[in-house]
């Protein structure tokens, strides 16, 4: 017996479908004497704690000084990198709330203040 099939012999290209989660967008602004006031929206939806939502905050300011040629504020901000962090929030305060997060730096701001 035979069939008449019109079937192509190459197999068909199968694409997975991606599972990325849906954005979170979450306003993160700098609140220290050195850098106060820069700010940008990032999506912390891939991030699953507060220390690598300021990491990646913290990473778009680097870039952001190193694209403007700011040689010596990028030097300063790699001294001072691990002194950032955000008070009073847990990863599940950070991704529920509408306001603005700040992730400030104020050990050893006198001294930066003073000279």
């Given amino acids: 017996m035979t069939t008449n099939c019109n079937c192509s012999l ?19 602004q700098i609140s220290c004497a050195v850098f106060w006031g820069f700010n940008r929206n990032i999506d912390i939806s891939r991030y699953n704690s507060i220390k690598d939502c300021v990491d990646k905050f913290l990473d778009v300011h680097k870039e952001f000084l190193f694209e403007q040629n ?7 901000f790699e001294k001072h990198r691990s002194d950032y962090h955000i008070h009073n929030m847990n990863i599940e305060d950070l991704k529920n709330t509408d306001s603005t997060i700040y992730v400030c730096r104020h ?9």
């Fill in 70 to 76: 700011y040689v010596d504020l990028l030097i300063f």
């Fill in 107 to 115: 050990s050893g701001t006198n001294e930066i203040i003073n000279k």
């Fill in 10 to 28: 190459t197999p068909e290209l199968f694409i997975e479908p991606t599972l990325d989660p849906v954005p979170l967008l979450k306003h993160f």
